[in-house]
T-cell receptor, first 112, second 115 residues
Framework: ETGVTQSPTHLIKTRGQQVTLRCSSQ?????VSWYQQALGQGPQFIFQ???????GRGNFPPRFSGLQFPNYSSELNVNALELDDSALYLC???????????FGPGTRLLVL | AQSVTQLDSQVPVFEEAPVELRCNYS??????LFWYVQYPNQGLQLLLK??????LVESINGFEAEFNKSQTSFHLRKPSVHISDTAEYFC?????????????FGRGTSLIVHP
């Protein structure tokens, strides 16, 4: 059984660019959540997908969007990058929102 | 909106001493409570959770937390810490919002265990 994986591990972009981050869920998990963790802060909930539908969203602007695929892997897309988007982006998968979330190692994004 | 306050950003303690990491949340009708641990250079791992039932929950490595509804707290305790417990600890609360449950994390408490 493989755990949650994320790609890439590190990424450098410039302001105004667009980025796509990817997440592969743990086997059998149909729920994926994305978080942004700024340096020295706790993770902030971006959104959650359940069976390919968005199932809750935190306080993030529409330029943060996502997808979940039939195999339950997921993407996080961020358009028009800003300097404040620099952070560690975490993906977590679970059997449902109540079940234990298993976190991936994260993608560290730096916006210059 | 739900908020979570971890009252201490850093807690230094000597090995084998007891420790308490404090967590308070803003009141809500129905909440679910979690503690996560993040070891250096690793991802977040669930330490323990409260969904319902007994207000005292325990983890497999000696930590425990008690849900106190009247004080809206979920403090984490361990009677005797080890060097290996050095890590960042995050308290999280999930509360109902528009038909789904939105998790909110605290800013984290850095537990530093000295020999």
């Amino acid at each position: 059984e493989t755990g949650v994986t994320q790609s890439p591990t590190h990424l450098i972009k410039t302001r105004g660019q667009q980025v796509t981050l990817r997440c592969s869920s743990q086997s059998g998990h149909n729920t994926v959540s994305w978080y942004q963790q700024a340096l020295g802060q706790g993770p902030q909930f971006i959104f959650q997908y359940y069976r390919e539908e968005e199932n809750g969203r935190g306080n993030f602007p529409p330029r943060f969007s996502g997808l979940q695929f039939p195999n339950y892997s997921s993407e996080l897309n961020v358009n028009a990058l800003e300097l404040d988007d620099s952070a560690l982006y975490l993906c977590a998968s679970s059997l449902s929102w109540q079940e234990t979330q298993y976190f991936g190692p994260g993608t560290r994004l730096l916006v210059l | 909106a739900q908020s979570v306050t971890q009252l201490d950003s850093q807690v230094p303690v000597f090995e084998e001493a007891p420790v308490e990491l404090r967590c308070n949340y803003s009141s809500s009708v129905s909440v679910y409570l979690f503690w996560y641990v993040q070891y250096p250079n690793q991802g977040l791992q669930l330490l323990l959770k409260y969904l319902s039932g007994s207000t005292l929950v325990e983890s497999i490595n000696g930590f425990e937390a008690e849900f106190n509804k009247s004080q809206t707290s979920f403090h984490l305790r361990k009677p005797s810490v080890h060097i290996s417990d050095t890590a960042e600890y995050f308290c999280a609360v999930s509360a109902a919002s528009g038909g789904s449950y939105i998790p909110t994390f605290g800013r984290g408490t850095s537990l530093i265990v000295h020999p």
